[in-house]
């Protein structure tokens, strides 16, 4: 009978603390968990490549594919990490390659390259804020069509 209730206890305990552990940090894909707002930069290019990954791990959302850009600039490429396809496609986002841009956000070094985790992009005249100054992303939140919290990492987990 002991056994019985301290194994209830313990897959009860797991059960609530699980989900938890799961969440990824502030936000998810590559953003907030590697941004540092003390390395801000802004770089200035012409967008060599476009890239499509898929999500960097849990609270992404299944399937979700996240869009790159690599930025030819003065100092030579610099991978820009912009956030999830499905955003890009809701504000309109149309990058192509040869278009000069301008990324402001965190510099890191993601596969032993040098990258920004984008804060802000300018294309095409327009200005796009992807993640606030924290790093936490725009998108957060916003799920899809899904209320906050509502499934795929769309709370403050977000993706």
């Known amino acids: 009978m002991k056994k019985s209730i301290w194994f209830l206890v313990v897959i009860s305990s797991l059960a609530l603390v699980c989900p938890a552990l799961a969440q990824p940090g502030a936000g998810g894909g590559r953003g907030p968990r590697l941004y540092n707002p003390q390395t801000v930069t802004t770089v200035k290019g012409t967008v060599e490549r476009l890239e499509q990954l898929p999500s960097m791990g849990p609270g992404s959302g299944r399937g979700a594919m996240y869009r790159d850009v690599l930025l030819n600039t003065a100092k030579g490429p610099v991978l820009v990490h912009l956030g999830p396809s499905w ?9 192509m390659v040869g278009d000069p841009m301008e990324a402001t956000g965190s510099q890191v070094t993601l596969n032993n390259r040098p990258a920004i985790i984008a804060k802000t992009i300018t294309i095409k005249g327009k200005t796009l804020t992807l993640r606030d100054d924290q790093g936490l992303p725009a998108w957060r939140g916003s799920g899809r069509g899904m209320g906050p919290g509502g499934g795929r990492g769309g709370g403050p987990g977000g993706r």
């Open 87 to 95: 955003y890009l496609n809701q504000q309109k986002v149309s990058i």
